[in-house]
């Protein structure tokens, strides 16, 4: 091995290291995860197993396929096989050391069209960047929400990093196209200046 391919190997994994120790003071409350960590395949047993998707087009089921793990930020594909609709589904989990603890950036894609896109921080606090439904700026015609039970796993997910989240909280994404309204008090979304 030659001393630049050494340097290489020995610069990625004080990377991962350094990086690992920085975000794991922040995901050591981890309520299930005293051993795992984001980097670890592990992991990938408190994701879902499946996720039914209700639109105005109809509910489909999705089968978790693939997941990734990067320094920080997770990213879990669902799949379903109904031609004609979406084929997959993938929830992007982006982490983000704070002052008040650990923030996590949430994407959900559906086939190629961006559904949602939240925040959760602090101990219970949901920041909504965009949804699709009624009120919605950028698509209030269509309606894309998951299942009621479905929801509450990926909540229940969400908790396992140390968050206090309801499904309440969660209404721009749940089954009912008529269930939030952009003023609800619970899920504030931010105006922009």
């Not at 982006?94 to 949602?116: C, N, P, Q, Y």
């Amino acid at each position: 091995m030659n001393r630049k391919t050494l340097i290489k190997k020995v610069s990625s994994i004080s990377l991962v290291i350094y990086i690992n120790i920085y975000l794991m003071d922040y995901l050591i409350g981890f309520k299930a995860f005293e051993s795992t960590t984001i980097l670890d395949k592990d992991i990938e047993k408190y994701f879902p197993k499946s996720l039914t998707v209700v639109t105005d087009r109809g509910e489909f089921n999705f089968k978790k396929s693939n997941l990734t793990r990067e320094i920080d930020i997770i990213r879990i594909v669902y799949e379903q096989k109904i031609w004609g609709e979406a084929d997959n589904l993938e929830i992007d989990l982006h982490f983000v050391r704070e002052k008040g603890g650990l923030k996590i950036l949430v994407d959900v894609t559906f086939g190629d069209f961006m559904a949602s896109e939240f925040s959760i921080f602090g101990k219970n606090k949901v920041s909504i960047v965009h949804y699709n439904g009624k009120g919605s700026k950028q698509d209030p015609k269509t309606h894309f929400g998951f299942k009621n039970e479905s929801l509450q796993e990926l909540i229940d997910l969400f908790n396992k990093f140390g968050f206090e989240l309801k499904i309440d909280q969660f209404k721009f994404i749940d089954q009912d196209p008529d269930d939030f309204r952009p003023s609800d008090k619970i899920t504030k979304i931010p105006k922009i200046k």
